[in-house]
Nanobody, 131 residues
Framework: EVQLVESGGGIVQPGGSLRLSCKSSGFRLSTHYMTWVRQAPGKGPEWVSVISSGSDRVTDVYYLDAVKGRFTISSDNAKNTVYLEMTGLQVQDTALYYC?????????????????????WGQGTQVTVSS
């Protein structure tokens, strides 16, 4: 059974940092592009970042412009875990954060901005930025 379990969310003040983790099971992490998506209250899902990581290729990443320079996506395939390191958090970063598998078949250049259907998401972890 394919599972994605996010953790690491919390409440932080503006300017603070959090590190989100996404533990995967039921598939090989290195065979999929992995993405982070967020959804703020009353809004639709927003793509945040995507990573391509495997022993057969150079790691590559894309970021939403609004988080570029503040967020870092990484992957530890041996631990089947994807991370999202978030620094300089802003109130507008408040959202439920989900990791998701990109369906096989989508090419790398097609993953920037791509939000998979919910069937590919984990259960999410809440990030609240507030003073």
């Amino acid at each position: 059974e394919v599972q994605l379990v996010e953790s690491g969310g919390g409440i932080v003040q503006p300017g603070g940092s959090l590190r989100l983790s996404c533990k995967s099971s039921g598939f090989r992490l290195s065979t999929h592009y992995m993405t982070w998506v967020r959804q703020a209250p009353g809004k639709g899902p927003e793509w945040v970042s995507v990573i391509s990581s495997g022993s057969d290729r150079v790691t590559d990443v894309y970021y939403l412009d609004a988080v570029k320079g503040r967020f870092t996506i990484s992957s530890d395939n041996a631990k089947n875990t994807v991370y999202l390191e978030m620094t300089g958090l802003q109130v507008q970063d408040t959202a439920l954060y989900y990791c998701a598998r990109v369906p096989v078949g989508r090419r790398w250049f097609q993953t920037k901005g791509f939000v998979p259907t919910r069937a590919y998401w984990g259960q999410g972890t809440q990030v609240t930025v507030s003073s």
